[in-house]
């Protein structure tokens, strides 16, 4: 840069911490291209190249019964399942040898078993040849020394110049030959990866994420109920975080998947009772209770069903699928969405009886509902039961409608004006000790006599749920406690807004990762690792759906 007198100097000073930053953001794109190119060359290296229709394998001993192979995408792996196995479908005979075809299904092959037959004996295998949609043929003979290779206890396994010579006196006898088995194909492993990092820069770099629905709600949407209610998102993603920890295997987090379910229970009642806690004379509105229905079920039902069509596309199971949009079977997960679509069912005709006994006086209201939530959680009042979790679940509405005779509460005019109320919630102790119970309830209630703590789903009936109203409230009722603080944490939240599809596509995310690593990289990774592989994943998918499946409907 040429300078050529006093105002250049300012000039150049000005513009100097732009080209300092320009030049890192041109660093930091080269190094984010680099890291993009290097997985998709990666995955197309493994998923394409690495995956074979056909064997043909040459041999000079023939049998009555047919070869029959096993193969997988893990190295070194003695896990084989008939689903991944062949059996010869033709054999030629030419010089002396026998050539015998098996088609496999395209699958990644790294680790290739060979049966010969079922009878001891003397079995010479000459050359494996590989045939991939992919690329050229893949050939496997004793000169290629990238191979590891074995048999079975019983065999004796021999290198000669003309082939594998496998020499048995048991039953059963078998070869294992292990990769990396890769055809080439320079196009294709370098091109579609180049595009496909050309096309992920361009969305990423053009992507704006204060445009996205996320961004807005989190930082500017004013929530209708008061500021101090945006930690009930953190509360939210505490209990989302929860229940991935738990299914992650997480240290410490051991069977704490039902504490985060009973969050998101008792954080509905309490959600969905607000507008009628603040105005009781919408229980008798019909128009405002079809207006309530209509939003829970554009809330619930987009998510739902994109999740239960996936599941189908990928199992192929029609009655699971009709049954789970029918709302009458939630698998896996989805068994809490049913509980939750069974409760906003209900919750019209319980504030309507509220409205109609007790005029909405919001401690009548409170009393009898938390009454009949303690009656149902010890099971004094039967509750009907769902289709869930391949048993039936009862219908866990105590926990509901704990949170419903919170939120009365919190809005009555005496609990508000109540200085000793605000004094005990803003206490520092009072907000320790309720964290503490959130995390170690479920060990903490081993000790006590009146909790089965032995029975699966005893958490759902101990009135776990009377604490964590309690914790609503506080996080709600004074804006400088430490419930409030911890809750109001912006990672929490975030979890917390995307928490429906987070939490219904975490169990996937997880899955298809460990099968990953497990079956076609060979490792099995601590758990801490596929928490945060999961977290990192889900949260990303989870703004997609979000923004493009929930937020929509919502709006409509």
Known sequence: MKIDNTEDVFVAAFKFPIMVNQMKLNIFKSIAAVIIFVVLYQLISLFCLSS????????????????????????????????????????????????????????????LRIDPAKEPGTYLINKLTLYSYFGSPFEITPNNQQFFVSCDPSSHLDVTPSGWKLTTT????????????????????????????YMLMLLAFSFKISSTNLYRDIFAKSPSSGKNFAALDGVRGVAALIVLADHTGLPGFDNMAPVGV?????????????????????????????????????RIAPMFYFVALAGYYFEGNLPDFIRSILFVEGRGVKWTVLQEMYFYA????????????????????????LGLSLLINTGLIPTGHIYGLGTKPPLYFGIFLSGMSMC??????????????????????????????????????HYFHWVNHKAPDYLYHSNFD?????????????????????????????????????????????????????????????????FIFALCVTTVLSAITYSLIERPFLRK
């Open 52 to 111: 074979f229709n056909k064997l043909i394998i040459s041999h000079s001993f023939n049998t009555s019964a047919p070869l029959h192979i096993y193969y997988n995408g893990a190295r070194k792996s003695f896990n084989f399942s008939e689903r991944f196995s062949a059996y010869t479908e033709s054999t030629q005979e030419k010089n002396r040898l026998f050539y015998s075809t098996l088609h496999m299904r395209n699958q990644v092959i790294r680790t």
């Open 170 to 197: 048991g039953n059963n006898p078998y070869f294992m030959i292990t990769g990396p088995f890769k055809t080439t194909n320079l196009g294709l492993n370098v091109l579609p990866a180049l595009a496909g990092t």
């Open 262 to 298: 009973v969050i998101f229970f008792c954080l509905s009642g309490f959600l969905l009772t607000m507008p009628f806690a603040n105005a009781p004379s919408r229980a008798g509105s019909v128009s405002f209770m079809q207006s309530y229905l209509i939003r829970r079920f554009k």
């Open 346 to 369: 209900l919750l019209p005709l319980l504030v309507f009886l509220c409205y109609f006994f007790f005029k909405g006086k919001p401690l009548r209201c409170s009393a009898c509902l």
């Open 408 to 445: 009365y509460l919190m809005t009555s005019s005496a609990f508000n004006t109540a200085n000793t109320v605000k004094r005990f919630l803003g206490n520092p102790v009072t907000g320790l000790l309720l964290l503490f119970s959130l995390f170690f309830f479920k060990d903490v209630s």
């Open 466 to 530: 009377i604490i964590i109203g309690i914790v609503l409230i506080t996080a709600t009722f004074e804006n400088n406690n430490i419930i409030y603080r911890f809750f109001k944490f912006l990672p929490f939240r975030i979890i917390g807004i995307l928490g429906y599809s987070f939490y219904l596509l975490h169990p996937i995310v997880h899955v298809v990762n460990k099968i990953f690593l497990q079956q076609y990289l060979g490792k099995n990774p601590p758990s801490v690792f596929y």
